[in-house]
């Protein structure tokens, strides 16, 4: 039969590794850095998908379709489609520390924009933003309405580090 030290011994051992275990479990995962043109850049070029034209938006197009001033953001991406027959958009946003807010409100009111667009005109193109992903972490907030969009955003997820 172990003695009272070695029962000691193995009680403070449990104890440590559970409370190790604990904080382990309750740290945020810190997100994780991302090159935002590089991201678009592998996504665009996977011939896996099929895009419509596009164009990359430059800082003035991005104040006038997202109302997002770039001194806001660290960096961004977005493509758009040259022509008004697809709603496929991706924009990807790394604000600055302090502007997530703003930025996640622009990215409302422009999915709300796309919203009023697509519903009345090509039903197919409106079932895209309907079925848009969002995903936010840290300083990070993306943008993804394509019908690729579940698997470029489980793409973009694992380039940020996050479920």
């Known amino acids: 039969m172990p003695g009272k030290g070695h029962i000691m011994k193995k009680t403070v051992t449990c104890l440590i590794a559970s409370v190790l275990l604990l904080a382990g479990c309750s740290t945020k995962k810190e997100t994780a850095d991302v090159d935002l043109k590089e991201l678009m850049t592998s996504i665009t070029e996977n011939t896996a998908y099929e895009f419509p034209a596009y164009m990359e938006v430059d800082d003035a197009t991005l104040e006038t379709l997202y109302g997002i001033s770039p001194d806001d953001l660290e960096s961004y991406s977005v493509i758009v489609p040259m022509m008004n027959v697809s709603a496929t958009e991706i924009a990807f946003f790394k604000a600055k520390d302090g502007k997530i807010d703003t930025v996640k409100k622009a990215v409302e009111t422009r ?53």
Do not use: H, M
Not at 137 to 152: D, K, T, V
């Open 111 to 163: 999915i709300q924009q796309l919203d009023s667009t697509w519903s009345q005109y090509l039903p197919a193109q409106y079932e895209l933003v309907e079925n848009r992903v969002v995903i936010e972490s840290g300083n990070y907030y993306f943008l993804i309405i394509s019908e690729y969009a579940e698997e470029i955003g489980k793409t973009c997820k694992a380039a940020l580090g996050v479920e």
